[in-house]
């Protein structure tokens, strides 16, 4: 099939949304599908040096940016939402000049992968695919009380915009034509309405690389160890619950180290949250790695801690599982899918407050701590875990259905 994805965020170099596109339409070209890749203009230069680089795979790009005038505004992070959303409006009118050249028989849209922003391509008129797709995942209101006034607002504007996109003619359009609809998580199934959930299946929009032997074990010792967090200091990332779960064990087990990489808006928050807790010289901040000695601290860890409050996806956790790391998380959002006891500790939240919270996550700690064999035992079927979830057996899941169904029609 001719397929057009639509990838605002698409790049082969880079984690996060940027690859998780990338992947997606990499793996759709691999089931001999030549594929169209709608895109901004800075990524086609980087996709087509990859795709130069692959044999028996057919990926175009069609490149797209505003005007100049409509973005000299946008700089970094400001003001990307309002950008994402014209863009989307101008996407459709170049790929509906392209689609009248190439006929394209399939539209998927893959990024930005959050269901308020679905876009205009159903109006292409051919089958349509939405997703995966999340964000309808909220934080618990009790879990929200410690933050501060700006966190609160945000998590406030993000519930209500929520709540307003269900009203968007371009989300029930996208949902009535679409042949079918991914959702990340269980969350943000529920939210949308009903009278589609008949076409909307559950499948998370991460995967797994390809596998890579498994590395040998780093040193367990009782009473020691060597936790990882890695993602962006902000406050539903959920990094202070974690610093508060240190403290409470701190003085018992000072063996119970936390490396921290990242960077972000709430670094001096959280910097001085772990100085008022006393926990300094149990953490090591870290704001940017080289690749190769990324995996070398992945190899030293015995534990990633990821306790996200929102998460759609969470590439982490598979960067963790797939190296044969248990994970701990909370129970909520994209994370929760693939931890359980024997790959980490996927601590409850229903219900429960902040300090409840923290103390599941300081007792999963001690147990660990006391008991490092519990880690080791988590190693294989971390490992085993990832080869389900590859990113060729996801996307199989996906378009199987939609190549049977399409090649019948």
């Not at 990838?7 to 170099?13: E, F, K, M, S, T």
């Not at 309808?136 to 519930?159: C, D």
């Not at 590395?215 to 902000?234: A, M, T, W």
Request: charged letters at 20%; glycine letters at 8%.
């Amino acid at each position: 099939m001719r397929v057009l994805a639509s990838a605002y965020a698409c790049d082969p170099n880079r984690g996060s949304e940027p690859g998780v596109g990338w992947k997606w339409a990499l793996e759709i070209a691999k089931r001999n599908h030549e594929v169209w890749i709608i895109t901004r203009r800075k990524n086609a230069p980087l996709i087509e040096q990859a795709v130069a680089q692959l044999d028996a795979i057919t990926i175009h790009v069609i490149p797209y940016d505003l005007p100049m005038w409509m973005r000299w505004w946008k700089r970094g992070a400001r003001g990307v939402q309002v950008y994402y959303a014209l863009w989307q409006l101008g996407a459709f009118f170049c790929a509906r000049r392209w689609h009248r050249q190439i006929g394209f028989e399939l539209v998927h849209h893959l990024t930005f992968g959050v269901f308020r922003t679905p876009g205009w391509m159903w109006l292409l008129g051919v089958p349509y695919v939405l997703g995966p797709v999340g964000g309808a995942e909220f934080t618990p209101r009790p879990l929200t009380r410690s933050f501060r006034y700006s966190a609160k607002l945000i998590e406030y504007v993000r519930r209500c915009a929520n709540w307003i996109a269900l009203a968007d003619p371009s989300l029930w359009g996208a949902l009535y034509r679409s042949h079918a609809v991914y959702a990340c998580t269980r969350e943000t199934r529920a939210f949308l309405p009903k009278r589609f959930h008949s076409k909307i299946q559950v499948e998370p929009i991460i995967g797994a690389d390809a596998p890579q032997p498994l590395g040998p074990s780093p040193d367990y010792q009782e009473g020691c160890l060597n936790l990882l967090f890695v993602g962006r200091l902000i406050h539903w990332k959920g990094l202070a619950f974690a610093l508060r779960a240190l403290a409470l064990v701190h003085q018992n087990y000072p063996g119970i180290k936390l490396t921290i990489l990242g960077k972000g808006r709430e670094e001096k928050a959280l910097r001085k949250l772990a100085s008022d807790l006393a926990i300094n010289d149990q953490l090591t901040w870290i704001n940017w790695i080289e690749e190769s000695d990324l995996n070398a601290l992945y190899a030293s860890s015995h534990a990633v801690v990821f306790p996200s409050l929102h998460e759609s996806g969470g590439l982490v956790v598979f960067e963790a599982l797939q190296r044969g790391i248990p994970v701990m998380c909370l129970d909520i959002g994209g994370p929760a899918m693939h931890v359980n006891s024997q790959r980490g500790a996927c601590i409850e939240v229903d219900g429960l407050q902040e300090d409840e919270v923290v103390q599941a996550m300081a007792s999963q700690l001690k147990q660990w701590a006391l008991n490092p064999s519990l880690l080791a035992a988590m190693r294989e079927p971390s490992y085993t875990y990832c080869q389900t979830h590859q990113w060729a057996a996801k996307v199989e899941r996906v378009y199987q259905p939609i190549e049977d169904t399409l090649s019948v029609t």
